[in-house]
């Protein structure tokens, strides 16, 4: 359990944030890149100290529930965009949405505000004999993709999907020679996040050869590239990993 305060917060885009969270005890978590994700917990409206929990393995769970509300702070996953351990810093990019708790927090957010983190690890591992990779995600997952791309070899073959509710949200990509980036937005369309993405994939050419694909987003999206690789286009289950980041219509628990 790391306990940070902001540093800084900029507006990327209308719905994209980054918070920069600091401090001595960054030099505590172990950087892994890709898609290393944490447990983030920030203070409720009103809440002006953060009660982290004490346990520092996955008996917190059963610790932090036993918490009155009025004390417990909120908890939502999220990746580590950038880590810059000299600076005893990390970036995390929030996708906002509505007045949900996380968004409402990036809002209020200001430096000297306390939050925490908790390392829950990667997914993304690309096995040595790759010979491209295909990245599918909606908004949430963008974050972890650009720090996928930002270790992705020039020479790897890379496709990228990427969804994002509106066309502002669509950046510049600083990505590696190899990488082609396909954008989407629904744009105020009433569709189910990752159904733009989801659709492009039924036709798409493939990288050639043994390909890795890791797809992340919205938990539908995430399973449904899965079934339509492996049962239309006869990709081996082993060589997909995917991971549902948020489930529409559900709060995350915490
Ligand atoms: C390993 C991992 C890494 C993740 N990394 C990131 C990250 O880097 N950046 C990031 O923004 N998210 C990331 N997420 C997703 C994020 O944890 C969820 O979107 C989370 O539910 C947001 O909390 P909230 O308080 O905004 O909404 P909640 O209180 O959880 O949900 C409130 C309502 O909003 C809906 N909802 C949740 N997320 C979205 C969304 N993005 N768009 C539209 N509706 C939504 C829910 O279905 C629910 O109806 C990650 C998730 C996982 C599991």
Do not use: C
């Not at 994209?16 to 290393?36: E, H, I, K």
């Not at 925490?116 to 949430?140: K, M, N, S, W």
């Not at 890795?212 to 049962?231: I, M, N, P, Y």
């Amino acid at each position: 359990m790391i306990t940070l305060e902001v540093r800084r917060r900029e507006f990327l885009t209308p719905g994209f944030a980054s918070v920069t969270l600091g401090g001595p005890a960054v030099r505590d978590l172990v950087v892994a890149g890709a898609d290393q994700a944490v447990r983030l917990f920030f203070p409720r409206e009103g809440q002006t100290a953060l009660r982290m929990p004490t346990v520092s393995n996955e008996a917190w769970i059963a610790q932090f529930m036993l918490v009155p509300k009025s004390v417990r702070p909120w908890v939502r996953n999220l990746t580590i965009r950038r880590a810059r351990p000299a600076d005893d810093e990390i970036d995390i990019e929030f996708a906002l949405h509505g007045d949900s708790p996380m968004s409402s927090w990036v809002r209020r957010a200001a430096p000297g505000d306390p939050a925490g983190i908790f390392d829950i690890g990667t997914v993304y591992r690309l096995p040595e004999h790759a010979e491209g990779q295909l990245l599918v995600g909606d908004e949430t997952a963008l974050p972890a993709v650009l720090s996928i791309l930002d270790g992705t070899p020039p020479s790897l073959p890379t496709e990228v999907y990427l969804e994002v509710a509106a066309e502002a949200d669509i950046r510049p990509v600083g990505a590696p020679a190899g990488t082609r980036v396909h954008w989407f937005s629904r744009d105020g369309a009433d569709l189910r996040p990752g159904a733009l993405v989801l659709d492009a994939l039924r036709e798409a050419p493939l990288p050639s050869g043994r390909f890795h694909t890791w797809a992340a987003g919205e938990s539908r999206l995430a399973t449904s590239v899965r079934r339509q690789l492996v049962d239309d286009r006869g990709v081996p289950r082993r060589d997909i990993s995917f991971i549902g980041y948020w489930r529409l219509g559900r709060s995350a628990p915490g």
